[in-house]
């Protein structure tokens, strides 16, 4: 039986859908949380046939989809202040949107939890820890990985647009830059496919 919030939405999850391999998983694994009070906006790049009786998930169509595209418009229409980035692939675990609402309500404007990389077909690959250091995701590497990251929407700066890839990290250097209260935890919130490798280490990190 699905959940149904009563009233305003607490978060509002955007995923940009590019690809339909896992999307029930991970729509299911968010209709599965422990914080029933969400909505979900669904950007639609492949022409998605949704139905069900969920009505709080919303297909929304955007002229020029990308993902950071998808977030500065889910931004603009999302019913709470508090925003949770969503893949069409990853899986969350139950306790994800509560545990980030909590971080949020107490005045985090930005946090992001850890995950579990697995493969295409969920096997172990590693733990990802998250460690924000503004010096080292400024130097050496994207520290954190945006599918669980949530946000107060009113304090932190839009997507670049120009970025089709490293639009994460520009984001979460310029929340770091602007000295915005960034939380995190070492508790796993779910599981991120790494099944496209090429994807990920082929791309340069822009510089800024």
């Known amino acids: 039986m699905v959940k149904q919030m009563g009233n305003d939405p607490k978060i509002t999850f955007i995923m940009p859908v590019g690809r339909a391999d896992f999307l029930p998983t991970a729509v299911g694994s968010l209709q599965a949380q422990t914080m ?25 169509h955007t002229d020029k989809w990308s993902p950071p595209r998808c977030y500065n418009e889910g931004m603009q229409c999302a019913k709470s202040d508090y925003v949770l980035i969503a893949t069409d692939d990853d899986v969350y675990f139950p306790e994800r ?7 949020l ?56 647009e120009s970025y089709k890839i490293c639009h994460d990290y520009l984001f979460t250097l310029q929340c770091g830059m602007n000295n915005l209260k960034i939380k995190t935890t070492r508790t796993p919130l779910g599981m991120k496919r790494e099944w496209n490798e090429s994807l990920y280490h082929s791309t340069p990190r822009p510089e800024i």
Not at 36 to 60: A, M, Q
Not at 119 to 140: A, G, L, R
């Open 36 to 60: 029933p009070d969400w909505e979900l906006l669904v950007f639609d790049n492949i022409g998605l046939d949704i139905s069900t009786e969920d009505k709080r998930i919303h297909v929304c």
């Open 97 to 103: 949107a509560e545990i980030t609402l909590s971080y």
């Open 105 to 160: 309500e107490r005045g985090a404007d930005y946090f992001a939890g850890s995950c579990i990389v697995v493969d295409k077909k969920k096997n172990f690959k590693s733990y990802t820890p998250v460690h924000w250091n503004y010096e080292w995701h400024k130097k050496i590497a994207n520290t954190v990985s945006l599918p669980f990251v949530g946000f107060n929407r009113t304090k932190v700066p839009q997507f670049n």
